[in-house]
Structures are given as structure tokens and as C-alpha cells.
């Protein structure tokens, strides 16, 4: 796990294949397919599906995300502090248009509007309240992106720039691309992205027919001010 923590560090990501066995990625799938899609957390489009606090939505397919190989490279790689704020599912179908500049995660999801020094501004989406937290918490979370398909720069793999992260709130038109490079993350089935909510990156249209299913799991390990509570809330037991 030495060099996952080195590029983590470093580049503000690292690809992880083989966290999961297409059997399990199957089971994850079939779980997927099972939902009612007419609640007021999923989105649906012809570019994009999608269904925000995923877990809660989909409770049964927590332990099939969180086996043994994923929940040690989250121990080894960040150690036994963190815990589950944030859960999407990403579908983009094979005809998709839709696209994503480069752009940081700046918010993170929470309970409710609290006016608090550091805290804002807020926005609401699907009911749900997000905020821009302190730079620390954005600075010390991370997010897990699992891939239930082959992705590359043809189904809309993220482009990044290594080492963004360490850049502090990074506005996309401010990027010198004199200095900065762009890598596309390519990911096999079963593989993970672990990345840094401060890395920039973007998405392209899809050009291969070809889906590109992905669950973005965020994690933290720090509590925030009285008042405010994390949207979503799920301890990782060994």
C-alpha cells in the first residue's frame, strides 16, 4: 500500500483494480436494477441516472460495497477514523452527451442550514442542503469512486490534473496549461479511484456506446459544529 499512499499524497489519486470480483460486481448490479426509480433523490435524463444517498436508499447493498478488500484499502491507505458522509450512484448511458468541466468538490452534504463562521455559501439539491465547508475538512476527506464498468476517455473516464489538490481552492479558469498536465483515469470492472476532493477534474461525453457505471462513496473523519450534522453517517467495522 506504500505506493497507493504515495500517489494519493502526491497526485491527489490512485487506481485500485481488482477490489472486486465480477461475481460481487454482479451482485451490486442486480441490487441496482431492482430499485424504484420515481423517488425524489434519483435523477433520470437521457445523458444521466442518478440516485443520491445511495446507501440509505439501497441499505441491503452496503455490505456487498464494503467487503474485506475494500474496507483494507481504506484502513491502510487512511487509517481507522473515517466514516461514510456522502453516497451517489452514477449512470451514464451509452448514448450520453452529457459532460462535466473541470471543476473541485467543494461542498460537503449536511442535515440543514446553520449559519456558522467558515460555512457557506449553501445551495439545495433534490431537498438535500450542501455547503463549502473549512478548507481543512475538504483537505483531509476523500472520496472512493467503484467502477461496474471498463472506463476510458470513451465512456467518459475523469480527467485530472496530478497534484491540483495541494493548490487550494483551484478555479478552472485559472489552470496554466503551460504548467499543468491532464491524465484520463481509466479504471477497469471491479476496480476503484480513490481521489482527493480538491483534485480537478472533468468528465467527457461518451463516444464509444458504451455505459459507465460508477458509485462515489465520500469519507471524513472529523465532526462538525454544533448545530450541523453530516447528511448521510456510516461507520466502517473491520
Given at each position: 500500500?506504500t505506493?497507493?499512499i504515495?500517489?494519493v499524497?502526491?497526485?491527489?489519486?490512485?487506481?485500485?483494480?481488482e477490489i472486486y470480483t465480477?461475481?460481487?460486481?454482479?451482485?451490486?448490479?442486480?441490487i441496482i436494477d431492482?430499485?424504484?426509480?420515481?423517488?425524489?433523490?434519483f435523477?433520470?435524463?437521457?445523458?444521466?441516472?442518478?440516485i443520491?444517498q445511495?446507501?440509505?436508499?439501497?441499505?441491503?447493498?452496503?455490505?456487498?460495497?464494503?467487503?474485506p478488500?475494500?474496507?483494507?484499502l481504506?484502513?491502510s491507505?487512511?487509517?481507522?477514523?473515517?466514516?461514510l458522509?456522502?453516497?451517489?450512484?452514477f449512470?451514464?448511458p451509452?448514448?450520453s452527451?452529457?459532460?462535466?468541466s473541470?471543476h473541485?468538490?467543494?461542498t460537503i452534504?449536511v442535515?440543514?442550514?446553520?449559519?456558522?463562521?467558515?460555512?457557506?455559501?449553501?445551495?439545495?439539491k433534490q431537498d438535500?442542503?450542501a455547503?463549502?465547508?473549512p478548507?481543512p475538512?475538504l483537505e483531509?476527506?476523500?472520496?472512493?469512486?467503484?467502477?461496474?464498468?471498463d472506463?476510458?476517455?470513451?465512456n467518459?473516464?475523469?480527467k485530472?490534473?496530478?497534484?491540483?489538490h495541494?493548490?487550494?481552492v483551484y478555479?478552472?479558469?485559472?489552470i496554466?496549461?503551460?504548467?499543468?498536465?491532464?491524465?484520463?483515469?481509466?479504471v477497469?470492472t471491479?476496480g476503484v479511484m480513490?481521489?482527493k476532493?480538491?483534485?480537478l477534474?472533468?468528465?467527457s461525453r461518451?463516444?464509444?456506446?458504451?455505459k459507465r457505471r460508477v458509485?462515489?462513496?465520500e469519507?471524513?473523519?472529523q465532526?462538525?459544529p454544533e448545530?450541523l450534522?453530516?447528511?448521510?453517517?456510516?461507520?466502517?467495522?473491520?
Amino acid at each position: 500500500m506504500t505506493d497507493t499512499i504515495k500517489e494519493v499524497n502526491t497526485n491527489g489519486f490512485s487506481i485500485i483494480n481488482e477490489i472486486y470480483t465480477p461475481k460481487e460486481v454482479k451482485s451490486i448490479i442486480e441490487i441496482i436494477d431492482q430499485v424504484d426509480t420515481h423517488k425524489a433523490t434519483f435523477r433520470k435524463s437521457a445523458d444521466l441516472f442518478a440516485i443520491r444517498q445511495f446507501l440509505k436508499e439501497l441499505p441491503a447493498i452496503t455490505e456487498h460495497l464494503f467487503n474485506p478488500k475494500l474496507k483494507s484499502l481504506i484502513h491502510s491507505v487512511f487509517g481507522e477514523h473515517y466514516f461514510l458522509v456522502k453516497s451517489i450512484y452514477f449512470d451514464k448511458p451509452q448514448s450520453s452527451n452529457w459532460f462535466v468541466s473541470y471543476h473541485q468538490d467543494l461542498t460537503i452534504s449536511v442535515d440543514q442550514r446553520v449559519d456558522l463562521p467558515g460555512f457557506g455559501p449553501y445551495t439545495t439539491k433534490q431537498d438535500q442542503f450542501a455547503v463549502q465547508p473549512p478548507l481543512p475538512i475538504l483537505e483531509q476527506n476523500f472520496t472512493v469512486r467503484i467502477h461496474l464498468d471498463d472506463t476510458d476517455e470513451g465512456n467518459g473516464a475523469l480527467k485530472v490534473i496530478p497534484g491540483s489538490h495541494k493548490k487550494g481552492v483551484y478555479k478552472a479558469n485559472e489552470i496554466d496549461w503551460n504548467i499543468e498536465k491532464e491524465l484520463s483515469c481509466n479504471v477497469r470492472t471491479g476496480g476503484v479511484m480513490i481521489m482527493k476532493p480538491l483534485l480537478l477534474h472533468s468528465s467527457s461525453r461518451t463516444t464509444n456506446n458504451r455505459k459507465r457505471r460508477v458509485i462515489h462513496l465520500e469519507f471524513s473523519r472529523q465532526s462538525l459544529p454544533e448545530g450541523l450534522s453530516w447528511a448521510e453517517f456510516l461507520e466502517i467495522h473491520n
